[in-house]
């Protein structure tokens, strides 16, 4: 469930130690599903996206504080996400001693194994697609095409220019195209 509630009401609120669970509480209701679905999209795995998710609130927390406001609220919590989920991904990758490629190859398997993931075969088809692409490609294809986020935004996340970002976002469409085409 999201709310609307201005992000700078949350930040004034969190600067008052009286009213800052209530900030806190706030900025979960308005962003805790967002950031979910975000992790989920990049780690596939339900536990994992959800373990994911509670440490970057964790983060959230922490530094609330000190956010400057030199960015967007939540961009600033989606560049914690996705370094989150890169980090979980390298583990995951070192861990098991295998590429990218791999764990791509093991999220899939898992997308088609979950419980948890209800979609139907297009959506399936999808997600199987987005999973062959290479781990920038499919962050940016991710918050473009089900974040909505405009290029700017990606920008601040991903600390990439914007150019770079619509060549990503061009590729990553045009391999999915390709994989989709291929599937039938």
Known sequence: MSIQVDDNEILAKFQQEKTRNEAFNLLLKKYQQKIYWHIRRMVIDHDDADDLSQEVFVKVWKNLLGFRNDAQLYTWMYRIA????????????????????????????????????????????????????????????????????????????????VGALKSSFHLAVKKIEAYLLAED
């Open 82 to 161: 996705t370094n989150e989920c890169i980090t979980f991904l390298n583990r995951k990758k070192l861990k098991n001693n295998i590429s990218f490629d791999d764990v791509s190859y093991e999220l899939s398997e898992s997308l088609t194994e979950s419980a948890y993931f209800d979609g139907d075969k297009a959506q399936r088809k999808l997600q199987k697609a987005i999973l062959t692409l290479p781990e920038k490609q499919r962050l940016v294809f991710n918050l473009k095409y089900f974040d909505e986020m405009k290029y700017e935004e990606m920008s601040d996340v991903l600390g990439t220019s």
